[in-house]
């Protein structure tokens, strides 16, 4: 079946732009994460939602991010007034439950210039 | 606090050679302990993983022991090929959290044909 998916696989933005990332998760997944990985490094936790509802935010770098699950299914991760600093890999997971294997999509790569 | 220590790379080996790669953690406890593989363009994937002291976990000629003695997980081949070029990630769940994950900041291998 269908991995996860991630859109757009790559995104240049002027600072100080709001930028909008989005995570389609294996069907029927419950739980979804978002990391970020900078270069040379390992992926960061930023948030995690079971169904529609996030249960963990505390990875989140500062109140410019902002994620959300409305339905359940899809994901959005936005980034206010983008930084340079921003500029990293966002990767989106699933797994079936929360004790699960986490499948990883293949990121987006956001630079901020 | 917990952390993941990888041996750093790239390590570059020609094909058929012998591979390991250092995984050494910190942790409370014993937690699952994981492999995941990142191919050129691609997500995370994960490669292996082992839930508890002394379990072999294996997968695509891949093989990492659970040793609490030496906290370690190191990752081995007996005969690596090109296609296995990539970076790999040690990781485990954080103490407080069963899905924060815990990561390596992972090593790029190199496999000369």
């Known amino acids: 079946g269908a991995g996860v998916s991630q859109s757009p696989r790559y995104k240049v933005a002027k600072r100080g732009q709001d930028v909008a990332l989005r995570c389609d998760p294996i069907s029927g997944h419950v739980s979804l994460f978002w990391y970020q990985q900078a270069l040379g490094q390992g992926p960061e936790f930023l948030t995690y939602f079971q169904n529609e509802a996030q249960l963990d935010k505390s990875g989140l770098p500062s109140d410019r991010f902002f994620a959300e699950r409305p339905e359940g299914s899809v994901s959005t991760l936005k980034i206010q007034r983008t930084q340079q600093e921003d500029s990293a890999v966002y990767l989106c997971a699933s797994s079936l439950e929360i004790e699960e294997t986490q499948y990883f999509g293949p990121g987006t790569r956001l630079l901020v210039l | ?113």
């Open chain 2, 1 to 113: 606090g917990d952390s993941v220590t990888q041996m750093e790379g790239p390590v570059t080996l020609s094909e058929e050679a012998f591979l390991t790669i250092n995984c050494t953690y910190t942790a409370t406890g014993y937690p699952s302990l994981f492999w995941y593989v990142q191919y050129p363009g691609e997500g995370l994937q994960l490669l292996l993983k082992a839930t508890k002291a002394d379990d072999k976990g294996s997968n695509k000629g891949f093989e990492a022991t659970y040793r609490k003695e030496t906290t370690s997980f190191h990752l081995e081949k007996g005969s690596v090929q090109v296609s296995d070029s990539a970076v790999y990630f040690c990781a485990h769940p954080r103490r407080d959290s069963n899905y924060q994950l815990i990561w390596g900041a992972g090593t790029k291998l190199i496999i000369k044909p």
